[in-house]
């Protein structure tokens, strides 16, 4: 069914959408104008969406919410240990 | 179904993630720190979403990507026009 593909083109694209901002944060090291509130309820989120995908036994969805689960947190992190500025 | 709705519920909240991002960026108008990628791709691959949500004519799926691709618009916005620094 194409629907389905296309809604785990989707996923993929929407779980990936963090990468370049982790990144970015990483290379420069400087975090001040990023938000520490959206990662952090990205990964609220994200664990929701982990338990449903556990629920409906869906893999696509249980890989992709466990790997934007590890970018965020990795995110949240460089916000609080980088200094700002 | 409780899976369903644990599905609606994290749909919510990962659409409303992006917003602490927005008004943190239109309060302080300090955008330097910010991937302009991660709203680009996110835009990508939530209007693929809508796609898929009117395909399957999903009313949740439309609404909360709608609203996500305004507010990421809206960052991407601000990335442009505000000075970087």
Redesign the interface.
């Known amino acids: 069914m194409?629907?389905t593909q296309?809604?785990l083109?989707?996923?993929a694209?929407?779980s990936?959408?963090?990468i370049?901002?982790v990144?970015?944060?990483y290379r420069?090291r400087?975090?001040?104008?990023?938000?520490v509130?959206?990662?952090v309820?990205?990964v609220?989120?994200?664990c929701?969406?982990l338990?449903?995908g556990l629920?409906?036994r869906d893999i696509p969805l249980i890989v992709a919410n466990f790997f934007s689960i590890f970018c965020n947190a990795a995110l949240i992190a460089m916000k609080l240990f980088y200094r700002e500025g």
């Not at 400087?30 to 938000?35: E, G, K, L, M, T």
């Open positions: 194409i629907a296309l809604g083109v989707a996923g694209v929407t990936c959408a963090v370049p901002q990144v970015k944060a420069s400087h975090v001040r104008d990023i938000s509130w959206q990662p309820i990205l609220f989120g994200m929701l969406w338990v449903y629920m409906i």
